[in-house]
């Protein structure tokens, strides 16, 4: 009696999780693991029911269910590269890479898939089988690639760099000590750059702050290039060059630094001493959410972050992505601002920090607020044509910032310390991959840095104070340490080696 071997469907399943692991597996050094499981569940879940639904359908044929449903996932998901290539292209004065005309491509393209799919009247096991088989290659090219990088990185020997918590120092009486508010305006460059390189004058803003009581610095110079290194650094108050032995200077990994942020020695310091740490999200990686946070304040609807940007770049939803993007990222910015200004309400003695992904690129902004017609959605748009877009979104912080700054001043009990800083200036060309001139250097790297310290003064501050003194001086005004003043310098590292530090210190100072 022969036995009839039953044809396992896994196909339509595979398919739709390969983008997410092939996304995951060449992003890996930039992302952790669980920014994948929301976006691996809904596409998971989406296939399941797309199942159900053919099934239902088609009488209860369960392969011609399972074909018809790999072919919408593979047309979903390839979408957005397949325009990608051919964006660009025109014959004479036609421009043949419209959203419009790949539309109907594909639509045709599934019309016909799932004409031949019907039709068939032959045994589907075969095809079954074949696809299967694609399916699980494509998944363990996936995995082998991303467990091959886990074990190189995990096999190297690394030194202790991720922040130990501070033994507990607890104040008993907080009631006098102040507020801090640590905002970070992402991209934001100095006035000095302003004026050079875009021939804007920013003394309206600055003389606003001046006027409320706020420092605002001359000459300061981020000591690192890019967000995360910088971030890591003023939020441990050091000089991180040592992970060039630690990771590597070949390296791309973020995890250590990702760590390094979220567990840092300047929230530990706080939280020892009895303040309670807000963090609100950012929609980027290791700062739109803080594990170690006694408060996350999430202020946007959607749980979004780059990596879920990315994977609907590939897909067909990615026709769309300029309305839904902006919608998104502009809501983002104007909950941030909202959400700062009223969490003087919550009681107790807080540390807050905010990372504000603006006025670094997309372009969201006019400068009085409203939508940019032609927004730019490109995370490392610095290009010279971008500048008004820059200078206009950069008016409209200025604006909201200074709102928030009076609402905070005018209606907290204690006067709280403010700390406004970016992290680095407009990268231009960095990005990129050419070799920046030293012009692009100094854009690149001289920032917008002001403090409001009440009670004390501003005695300590000077024009050249880079991030990594910022809370050795705050702390040693209002919680009498002795932190030693670091020199302050300045260090540049391309993406592709973000651990390969070059020194500009003489450089790009003023």
Same mark, same amino acid.
């Given at each position: 009696m022969?036995?009839? +071997? ?8 595979? !398919? ?12 890996? *050094? ?9 976006? *691996? ?15 239902? $359908? ?14 919408? @996932? ?20 036609? *421009? ?26 032959? #045994?589907?096991?075969g ?5 299967? $088989?694609?399916? @699980? ?31 507990d ?62 971030? *890591?650094?003023s939020?441990?108050? =050091? ?10 200077? =070949? ?17 530990s ?12 999200? %950012? ?23 780059? !990596? ?13 992505? +300029?309305? !839904? ?10 909950n ?8 003087? /309400? ?19 902004f ?10 730019? &959605? ?25 709102k928030?700054?009076? =609402?905070?001043?005018? +209606? %907290? ?11 680095h ?10 070799y920046?001139? #030293?012009?692009?250097? +100094? ?39 002795? !932190? ?11 993406? &592709? ?5 070059? /020194?500009?210190? #003489?450089?790009?100072?003023?």
């Open positions: 022969a036995i009839m +071997k039953k044809t396992i469907i896994v196909h339509p399943f595979l !398919f739709a999780l390969f983008p997410v692991l092939f996304l995951y597996s060449h992003n890996i *050094a930039q992302l952790s693991f669980s920014e994948t499981l929301l976006p *691996a569940a809904i596409i998971s879940g989406a296939a399941i029911i797309g199942m159900l639904l053919l099934w239902i $359908i088609l009488k209860k044929d369960w392969k011609k269910a399972g074909i018809i449903n790999t072919v919408f @996932i593979i047309l979903f998901f390839s979408y957005g590269r397949v325009y990608g290539v051919i964006k660009a292209w025109q014959i004479g004065d036609f *421009a043949v890479g419209r959203h419009r005309y790949l539309m109907i491509v594909w639509a045709l393209i599934f019309i016909a898939g799932i004409y031949l799919t019907i039709r068939i009247r032959k #045994d589907l096991n095809l079954t089988n074949i696809l299967n $088989i694609i399916a @699980i290659v494509l998944i363990l090219f996936s995995l082998i690639s991303i467990v091959t990088y886990k074990i190189k990185i995990n096999s190297g020997e690394k030194d202790n760099i991720i922040s130990v918590q501070e033994e120092h607890v104040i008993e009486d907080l009631e006098g000590y102040p507020d801090i508010y640590y905002i970070i305006l992402d991209g934001y460059a100095s006035s000095n750059s302003l004026k050079q390189f875009y021939d804007y004058d920013n003394s309206g803003f600055t003389d606003y702050l001046g006027g409320k009581g706020f420092y605002v610095t001359e000459e300061s110079i981020s000591n690192y290039s890019s967000s995360f290194l910088s971030l *890591a650094s939020l441990n108050m =050091e000089y991180i060059n040592y992970l060039s032995d630690s990771i590597g200077e =070949e390296s791309e990994d973020r995890t250590a630094v990702y760590q390094m942020i979220e567990n840092n020695k300047v929230m310091f706080l939280k020892s001493r009895g303040y309670r740490f807000i963090h609100l999200s %950012s929609g980027w990686g290791p700062t739109n959410h803080n594990q170690y946070a006694d408060l996350n304040i999430e202020v946007s609807q959607l749980k979004w972050n780059e !990596f879920n940007t990315l994977l609907i770049q590939t897909t067909v939803l990615g026709a769309f992505e +300029k309305k !839904f993007f902006e919608d998104t990222g502009r809501s983002r910015v104007i941030t601002f909202k959400n700062l200004s009223q969490i003087y /309400e919550i009681e107790g003695r807080k540390f807050i920090f905010s990372h504000i992904v603006c006025p670094h690129p997309p372009y969201l006019d400068k009085d607020g409203g939508p940019v017609p032609e927004v730019a &959605f490109d995370m490392d748009d610095w290009g010279q044509e971008q500048k008004q877009y820059y200078l206009n979104q950069l008016i409209y912080i200025n604006k909201e910032v200074e928030l700054v009076g =609402e905070i001043l005018a +209606k %907290s009990e204690v006067p709280p310390i403010i700390i406004l800083q970016a992290d200036g407009p990268h231009n060309t960095f990005i990129v991959g050419k920046p001139t #030293d012009d692009m250097f +100094k854009e690149g790297m001289r920032i917008f840095n002001a403090y409001y310290l009440p009670f004390e003064g501003d005695g300590p501050l000077y024009d050249s104070i880079s991030p990594v003194n910022t809370f050795r001086i705050v702390f040693n005004l209002y919680f009498d340490t002795d !932190f030693e003043l670091l020199e302050d310098r300045n260090y540049y590292s391309f993406a &592709f080696e973000p651990y390969r530090f070059i /020194e500009l210190t #003489d450089m790009v100072g003023y």
